[in-house]
């Protein structure tokens, strides 16, 4: 949509699609780098109508070459030290931060999350006057060298109609990993746009 002082994407009924190559070169500038990696994600928010929206991002990279690689360039994942999800489509709520950081040649990383706007709590007749909107999902990481991780969460939005709070269970190597509670904010995210890209 155009307006006289900006353009404002509604966003599409097709699926965001990005790709990513970096490459390190060395010797340009005093680099020591020599490495190649590539990523790819799909993204889509789907309305569901009455029965709320479902939300996914996936996607796939790693390294075609992996000859020198500082901390800074490895793929790192989204992980988290508090409490509090910053962005629900491009984090792991229990995931400590670089536990899967990595130089593989391939990994697969997928986010889900599917809110029902009410569809089951709006029958309930005490949860029904609250307003609040039951949220599950599950985000995972694999690596090519068989190590995975995975997370599955339930919880409600919309409370106060401001925030958000999951009980979140963890898997690494499909063994319990780790479980605890997250808060976030219940509007972030819900914009389609560059939330949906790597």
Do not use: C
């Not at 020599?34 to 009455?50: I, Q, R």
């Amino acid at each position: 949509m155009e307006y006289p002082d900006r353009k404002v994407s509604l966003g599409s009924r097709y699926p965001n699609f990005s790709f990513q190559y970096t490459q390190g070169i060395k010797n340009i500038l005093g680099s020591d780098a020599d490495f190649s990696k590539w990523k790819f994600y799909v993204a889509d928010n789907l309305n569901l109508k009455l029965k709320g929206q479902l939300r996914y991002r996936a996607g796939i990279g790693g390294f075609l070459n992996n000859r020198s690689v500082e901390l800074p360039d490895y793929q790192h994942f989204n992980g988290t030290i508090t409490r509090f999800i910053p962005e629900y489509q491009r984090s792991f709520m229990l995931l400590p931060q670089y536990l899967f950081s990595n130089t593989s040649k391939f990994y697969s990383e997928a986010h889900i999350e599917y809110n029902l706007k009410g569809f089951l709590t709006n029958k309930l007749p005490l949860i029904r006057n609250l307003n609040l909107y039951l949220v599950t999902g599950a985000n995972g990481i694999w690596l090519n060298n068989q190590k995975y991780y995975y997370e599955v969460f339930a919880g409600f939005d919309n409370i106060f109609k401001q925030l958000r709070v999951d009980f979140v269970q963890s898997y690494q190597n499909g063994k319990p990993f780790q479980q605890g509670i997250r808060i976030g904010l219940s509007k972030l995210n819900l914009s389609r746009g560059r939330e949906d890209w790597p």
